[in-house]
Structures are given as structure tokens and as C-alpha cells.
């Protein structure tokens, strides 16, 4: 994982969730089985939507994560079809966050 953080990267210790197992392991490769439970791999696929949609709001971080954790199917478990998934489900998605997570937003 990249140490050298953007001003709009997230770090593990922002993510909401925290019951993440979590290994050093990064996700290097495109072909690996995406695992929704690690939080190193869900902060790297939130880091590298942030990077190529700069302007995400601090409120579609959170909502992109809860996305991988509470709406990825079990049947996308590819790096490249998750992100795909993100991109088509973020809009529709964004109108179902549930009310703990808005009011979580509405304290920070």
C-alpha cells in the first residue's frame, strides 16, 4: 500500500466499521478474490475509487464502504468486478444508507 497519502486518502483508522480482520497483505493483482471482511482490501478499493473520483465527499467514502460491506453480492469476487459494481450501484445504493450511518455523517 501506497505510505505517501493524498489529502483525500482514507486510512484504516477512518473507516467506520471496525470489526475488520485485517493482514498487511495488499492487493497487487487484479485477479485475486476480493475479501469484503479485510480491511486493508476495503481501504485500498476506497482509496483507488477516491483517486480516480476526486470529488467524492467524505459521506460517499463512508457509503462505499458500507456498500462492500452490507450490499456486495456474494457472487462478485473479483478486484475489477467489484469496482465495476461500485461505479453501477453507487447512485441507486447512496438512497438506501441506513440511519445510524447518516447520523454517524451528521456528527463528524
Known amino acids: 500500500m501506497n505510505n505517501h497519502l ?4 482514507i486510512t484504516l483508522d477512518d473507516l467506520y466499521y471496525d470489526d475488520y480482520h485485517s493482514t498487511n497483505e495488499s ?3 487484479n485477479t ?3 475479501d469484503h471482511m479485510n480491511g486493508v482490501e476495503a481501504l485500498e478499493m476506497i482509496n483507488e ?5 476526486d470529488h467524492l465527499t467524505r459521506d460517499d467514502r463512508y457509503l462505499i464502504e458500507w456498500m462492500i460491506r452490507e450490499k ?6 473479483g478486484y475489477n468486478t467489484v469496482r465495476a459494481w461500485i461505479s453501477d450501484e453507487h447512485k441507486d445504493l447512496a438512497e438506501l444508507l441506513p440511519l ?9
Open 6 to 9: 493524498s489529502a483525500s486518502e
Open 27 to 29: 492487493i497487487q493483482t
Open 32 to 34: 485475486r478474490r476480493f
Open 49 to 53: 475509487i477516491i483517486a480516480i473520483h
Open 72 to 77: 456486495l453480492p456474494s457472487s462478485i469476487t
Open 100 to 108: 445510524h450511518l447518516k447520523k454517524h455523517l451528521a456528527l463528524q
